[in-house]
């Protein structure tokens, strides 16, 4: 009778862990091809995780799979650098049934996970390498910048409303979103009687020069970063593609990574989240807004590049001239920005 594992006792075998994964512990669930081993708790640890299998399973071919979230792909790297082959899936790629949304538990979803893991049910999300996803979060933290004073600025606007200060029509168009001098001038000395409104309006000011002073820095260091080895070609080429400016072209090349691994025109589509919602059944079909999806900020600038493409190139003009003719403009560009994201496609991979 066998009463310990030696190094080739699994040898052969496929192991299946499906990890919940939480900031404090993790609830994993181990799975053989024929039966289900255990779900316990541990410490957020891959060495731990790693230490388990490989002392309880030796010669064992271990899979491992989490959702992807908070804990970005550290995780996944520190697993496969210790002998587990592990993805990362979208969380919304997981399948799922009315009883498992109405109990929901995390021994129930890590559960899920490694049954759907060994059922081979998932396609995994593309794992940058550490200086790719650095170099996206240098892109995202300047998006968010962007949008923390655009927040400010909408806070003035709305405050000076609030208390019936009419803000002068010479400052009602760029001047006002990009806080010309004289704008900046007005709002330090616009007449107010409340001591206490007037530190208000100075402290918005005061954040607002602030981001604006991060934003202009953050600028210069996507810049900069265009110009490295990795980027430099890659980026003069998308400068060639009408609406495509510096930081759009940046925000494609980190998200994007390599252009090769989407084979269709449709994968980027639904990558970037520029597809939409569609409920057919029988001879009936219904498309709605476009899905959530994707990543926001891409997606975002793309839609803002094709506003700006329609007005410079004059075949993307024409046509988006022809489908406003049959849909409201806001989702004509949706079209244009598609076909914008074609053209990015083709320049990427044809290197002209």
Same mark, same amino acid.
């Given at each position: 009778?066998?009463?310990?594992?030696?190094?080739?006792?699994?040898?052969?075998?496929?192991?299946?862990?499906?990890?919940?994964?939480?900031?404090?512990?993790?609830?994993?669930?181990?799975?053989?091809?024929?039966?289900?081993?255990?779900?316990?708790?541990?410490?957020?640890? #891959?060495?731990?995780?790693?230490?388990?299998?490989?002392?309880?399973?030796?010669?064992?071919?271990?899979?491992?799979?989490?959702?992807?979230?908070?804990?970005?792909?550290? &995780?996944? @790297?520190?697993?496969?650098?210790? !002998?587990?082959?592990?993805?990362?899936?979208? #969380?919304?790629?997981?399948? &799922?049934?009315?009883? $498992?949304?109405?109990? *929901?538990?995390?021994?129930?979803?890590?559960?899920?996970?490694?049954?759907?893991?060994?059922?081979?049910?998932?396609?995994?999300?593309?794992?940058?390498?550490?200086?790719? $996803?650095?170099?996206?979060?240098?892109?995202?933290?300047?998006?968010?910048?962007?949008?923390?004073?655009?927040?400010? *600025?909408?806070?003035?606007?709305?405050?000076?409303?609030?208390? /019936?200060?009419?803000? #002068?029509?010479?400052?009602?168009?760029?001047?006002?979103?990009?806080?010309? *001098?004289?704008?900046?001038?007005?709002?330090?000395?616009?007449?107010?009687?409340?001591?206490?409104?007037?530190?208000?309006?100075?402290?918005?000011?005061?954040?607002?020069?602030?981001?604006?002073?991060?934003?202009?820095?953050?600028?210069?260091?996507?810049?900069?970063?265009?110009?490295?080895?990795?980027?430099?070609?890659? +980026?003069?080429?998308?400068?060639?593609?009408? /609406?495509?400016?510096?930081?759009? !072209?940046?925000?494609?090349?980190?998200?994007?990574?390599?252009?090769? @691994?989407?084979?269709?025109?449709?994968?980027?589509?639904?990558?970037?989240?520029?597809?939409?919602?569609?409920?057919?059944?029988?001879?009936?079909?219904?498309?709605? *807004?476009?899905?959530?999806?994707?990543?926001?900020?891409?997606?975002?600038?793309?839609?803002?590049?094709?506003?700006?493409?329609?007005?410079?190139?004059?075949?993307?003009?024409?046509?988006?001239?022809?489908?406003?003719?049959?849909?409201?403009?806001?989702?004509?560009?949706?079209?244009?920005?598609?076909?914008?994201?074609?053209?990015?496609? +083709?320049?990427?991979?044809?290197? $002209?």
């Amino acid at each position: 009778m066998r009463t310990k594992v030696n190094e080739k006792t699994f040898d052969g075998q496929s192991f299946y862990v499906g990890i919940d994964v939480h900031k404090k512990s993790w609830k994993v669930t181990v799975l053989s091809d024929q039966y289900e081993h255990k779900t316990m708790s541990q410490n957020p640890d #891959p060495k731990l995780l790693a230490g388990y299998l490989h002392r309880n399973f030796p010669g064992g071919s271990y899979h491992a799979v989490y959702e992807a979230g908070f804990s970005g792909f550290g &995780t996944c @790297r520190e697993l496969i650098d210790l !002998g587990i082959n592990c993805i990362v899936i979208h #969380p919304a790629d997981v399948p &799922t049934s009315q009883k $498992e949304r109405l109990l *929901k538990t995390d021994k129930a979803d890590s559960r899920k996970l490694a049954k759907s893991l060994r059922r081979d049910e998932f396609r995994a999300i593309d794992i940058p390498d550490p200086k790719m $996803e650095a170099d996206r979060a240098l892109i995202r933290q300047r998006f968010r910048v962007m949008k923390d004073l655009s927040r400010t *600025k909408n806070r003035i606007k709305s405050l000076l409303f609030q208390f /019936g200060i009419h803000i #002068p029509d010479q400052f009602t168009t760029a001047q006002s979103r990009h806080w010309s *001098k004289s704008y900046l001038n007005w709002l330090r000395n616009v007449p107010i009687r409340e001591g206490s409104l007037r530190q208000v309006l100075n402290n918005y000011i005061d954040i607002g020069q602030t981001q604006r002073e991060q934003l202009l820095e953050l600028n210069r260091q996507v810049r900069s970063l265009s110009q490295t080895l990795e980027y430099k070609d890659n +980026y003069h080429l998308l400068l060639s593609v009408p /609406g495509i400016g510096l930081l759009t !072209g940046m925000a494609i090349l980190t998200q994007l990574s390599d252009i090769a @691994r989407f084979t269709r025109l449709d994968e980027l589509c639904s990558y970037v989240g520029l597809i939409p919602r569609m409920h057919g059944s029988g001879d009936k079909m219904q498309t709605g *807004k476009m899905v959530r999806r994707g990543r926001k900020e891409l997606k975002i600038m793309l839609i803002e590049a094709s506003w700006e493409a329609v007005r410079k190139d004059p075949v993307l003009m024409a046509k988006f001239a022809a489908l406003s003719k049959t849909m409201h403009k806001n989702k004509a560009i949706i079209r244009i920005a598609r076909k914008l994201l074609s053209r990015i496609r +083709y320049v990427l991979v044809n290197q $002209e």
